[in-house]
């Protein structure tokens, strides 16, 4: 399945030394991660959804017609993982698909108030994820972590819950690590969810909220204003203004970028229009993300062809790029060294074939 996704138009032999290249994921949804053989097995379990679970059938579901038709058809999907059992599964087979790409490290972003509003038990929730998420690093090596976010459309009840998860001492998963904000932009202004991330800012949080995705650069200043973001899911619209760039630059705030997911979406008209190259060039830390691959027909290493293609980029090119993610993670210092040297050896021994 990898290896057709990989981008065709990349030299045969970068494919290859990307699909071996060790990895780390920064902006991936659990919900988006279902491949069509997680989703046909949830739906056999739930037989009543309209999840489609032939493959052939869900390359026309997950084609979308703008970006709220996205998050309908991703609700649909939400709506097939009802028990904590579905929970597990899930996150241990998205680690699974993770690692068959070589992904060593992944902050995979969770909505917890999608699945407890579904009625899944609160604690059982957390016990599912943290259960998969020990058995994943001691079956495939993958670290997790995640990622609670906020889906700003459902409102303050929503950021509210979504805070209390993520900062009760009895709750909080040990995974966690960071607090991020999802869903629509437009009519959902980041500045109303400035109380909820300075709790969990206080907590121990890191502030990781999507922004420019489908609306302007206003919107990744609000998130660095108000919502103290450490990094920016997305801030596709950041390369209309020139201050911002050089602000994230200057402060070292890295972008998730997610290349093929902003044309799926409809929020860039064609990848040879996507502003990577306007990042780079102004010294923006760039990191790439698949965001929901199966949905956007893609995965990790497609993505790294994608932007070895877009930013020209060879080996070493490809190897600072996944040093970047590393870099940009909220993995401890010990296993940032361990992958960064992990990358190195890899890309010495590649070359010197
Ligand atoms: O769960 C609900 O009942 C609910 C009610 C109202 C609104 C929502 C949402 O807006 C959920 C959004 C959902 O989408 C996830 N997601 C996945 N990919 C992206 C992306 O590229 N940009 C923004 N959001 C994305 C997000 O994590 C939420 O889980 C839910
Ligand atoms: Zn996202």
New binding site residues.
Partial sequence: MTEHLVDPRAPRDLKAFIAGLPKAELHV?H??SASPRIVAELAARHPDSKVPTDPEALVDYFTFTDFAHF?EV??SV?DLIRTPDDVRLLTYEVARDMARQQVRYAEL?I?P??ST?RGIEEQAFMDAIEDARKAAEADFGTVLRWCF?I????GLEAAEETTRLATDDKLRPEGLVSFGL???EIGVPRPQFKPYFDRAIAAGLRSVP?AG?TTGPETVWDALTHLRAERIG?GTSSAQDPKLLAHLAEHRIPLEV?PT?NIA?RAVRTLDEHPIKEFTRAGVLVTINS??PPMFGTDLNSEYAVAARLLDLDERGLADLAKNAVEASFHDEAGKGRIKAEIDTYTSAWLAR
């Fill in positions: 949804h919900v988006g998050i991703y609700l939400v972003t909505t108030f999608s509003r976010d889906p700003g459309e459902a999802g869903g629509p999507h995705e997305h997610c997911s979406t965001d929901d």
